[in-house]
C-alpha cells in the first residue's frame, strides 16, 4: 500500500544517515577504502539519494577506474532526476 511504502522509505531513509555521514568523515579525510563498503552500504540501504554514489564515483575516479566512475556518476544522474528537492 502506498502508506506502507512511504514509511518503509522513512525507515530506509533514517538507518541511511548513520553510513552515509561515516562514509563522507572518511572519504573527506582520504580514507577511500574505509569509505567505499560504507557508501556501499548506504547506497544498499536507499537507493533514491546521489551522494553515495557521489563517493563511489569519486572514489573509482581516484582508483583511475573510469568505467566504474561512470557507471556511478550515471547512476547520480538517475536518481537525481527523481529528486525533488533538487528540481
Request: charged letters at 15%; hydrophobic letters at 45%; one cysteine or more.
Amino acid at each position: 500500500s502506498p502508506g506502507c511504502a512511504t514509511i518503509a522509505g522513512q525507515l530506509r531513509q533514517a538507518a541511511w544517515v548513520a553510513p552515509m555521514n561515516a562514509a563522507l568523515q572518511a572519504f573527506n579525510d582520504n580514507k577511500s577504502d574505509e569509505a567505499q563498503p560504507l557508501a556501499e552500504r548506504a547506497a544498499f540501504i536507499y537507493q533514491d539519494s546521489p551522494l553515495p554514489f557521489y563517493v563511489l564515483g569519486n572514489i573509482a575516479q581516484g582508483k583511475n577506474d573510469l568505467a566504474a566512475a561512470e557507471g556511478h556518476w550515471t547512476t547520480i544522474a538517475r536518481v537525481a532526476e527523481k529528486d525533488t528537492a533538487q528540481q
